[in-house]
């Protein structure tokens, strides 16, 4: 099996920065994209940003240009640096890895992480 492990999250004030960080381990072979989704209260969980096994980042119109993800192969860990925050950032934030075995795509979650962001 795979377990990640969220850390990072806290409350912070409009315009400030978090990062974090989700630790992967287990059955850690063949993990492909890393990724953070959010869900707010009251509202759908939502895609923020991936991160594929060669690098290549795409975020959701909503975070680009203030969010940052990054990976750590050597260290199993996906990163999301979070810069001007906004109260509309607020939200659990979720770690999502998937993992290829022959030509089956499965989904990993971590349990998620609060994000407050208010004055």
């Known amino acids: 099996q795979v377990r990640l492990v969220e850390s990072g999250g806290g409350l912070v004030q409009p315009g400030g920065s978090l990062r974090l960080s989700c630790v992967v381990s287990?059955?850690?072979?063949?993990?492909?994209?890393m990724g953070w989704h959010r869900q707010a209260t009251g509202k759908q969980r939502e895609w923020v940003a991936t991160i594929t096994s060669g690098g290549s980042t795409n975020y959701a119109d909503s975070v680009k240009g203030r969010f940052t993800i990054s990976r750590d192969n050597a260290k199993n860990t996906v990163y999301l640096q979070m810069n001007s925050l906004k109260p509309e950032d607020t939200a659990v934030y979720y770690c999502?890895?998937?993992?290829?075995?022959?030509?089956?795509?499965?989904?990993?979650w971590g349990q998620g992480t609060q994000v407050t962001v208010s004055p």
């Open positions: 999502k890895v998937n993992r290829i075995v022959i030509t089956t795509t499965y989904d990993y």
């Open positions: 287990g059955s850690i072979r063949s993990i492909n994209d």
